[in-house]
Structures are given as structure tokens and as C-alpha cells.
């Protein structure tokens, strides 16, 4: 009998792997995955769609480029690496840096010249004004001489 989804003990499973695989299983694993990266929490309110972006470590402006193209949203850009040694000396190496791409498909409509971003504490927070789904369009007839 297999058990399904919702029946399994997603709280303990890192407990048991560790516990049979060592605690230096993670460690190891973290590197071998590819990154998903930067992470991005994305919500919508009855007039706005906010994306935040969790990227610590940028310098400056210059360090994080967003682009809209339709319904895509993409947040390019360069964490620097600020240590004095070199990166491969590091003991535990958690931490990204250097180059990101991350895009996201939009879940709404937005209106283009009504797009906000600032950057604070570690968070890109992207703000997008979201465009009416529901209007009417008025159809113009010529008349039939």
C-alpha cells in the first residue's frame, strides 16, 4: 500500500534524512541542485499586483535591472562578492552571488507607465498598478446608404 501525498510527514522528513544520511547531507545536496534564485513572493490586491524580491546584497541601481514584456516579468543583475578570500576557500558557501536571471509570468494585466520599484533591507519590492479586465469597448457603425 503506498501512502498519498497528503499523508506524509513533510515536518520530519529533513530530520529523518539527516538522521540516516549525516548532517552534512544537506551541505552537500545544496550544491549539487540548481538555484532557484532570487526568491519571489508575488500577492495581488483589488488595484495592484506586488512582486518582492528577495536579493540581498545588491550595491546599488546599477546592480539590478527589471523588464516587462507583456506578461513577463524578468529582474536580472549581479550580487558582487565582497570577501577578501577567494570563493572557494569558503567553508560553507550558502550565500548567491554573482550573476541572477529570474522571470515570472504576470497573473494580471498591468498599466505600463504605472510601475513602481524601490529597494529596502534586502527586498526588491515591484509595484504594478493593475489595468481594468472588465471594460466595455464601444463599437462604432457606419451607416448603410
Do not use: C
Not at 3 to 14: A, C, P, V
Not at 94 to 101: D, K, L, N, Q, S
Not at 111 to 138: F, T
Amino acid at each position: 500500500m503506498t501512502k498519498k501525498y497528503e499523508d506524509i510527514d513533510w515536518g520530519s522528513l529533513h530530520d529523518k534524512v539527516e538522521d540516516m544520511l549525516g548532517s552534512h547531507f544537506w551541505n552537500d545536496l545544496h550544491h549539487m541542485l540548481p538555484k532557484r534564485f532570487p526568491n519571489i513572493d508575488l500577492y495581488e490586491t483589488d488595484t495592484e499586483g506586488i512582486i518582492i524580491v528577495e536579493i540581498a546584497g545588491l550595491q546599488s541601481a546599477k546592480d539590478v535591472q527589471i523588464k516587462l514584456e507583456l506578461n513577463k516579468l524578468t529582474i536580472q543583475g549581479q550580487i558582487p562578492y565582497l570577501y577578501e578570500i577567494p570563493q572557494q576557500q569558503l567553508k560553507m558557501s550558502e550565500r548567491h552571488t554573482g550573476m541572477f536571471t529570474r522571470t515570472i509570468k504576470l497573473p494580471f494585466q498591468y498599466v505600463e507607465n504605472e510601475i513602481k520599484a524601490k529597494y529596502r533591507n534586502g527586498l526588491l519590492e515591484i509595484k504594478l498598478l493593475k489595468q481594468e479586465s472588465n471594460q466595455e469597448i464601444s463599437i462604432e457603425f457606419d451607416d448603410i446608404d
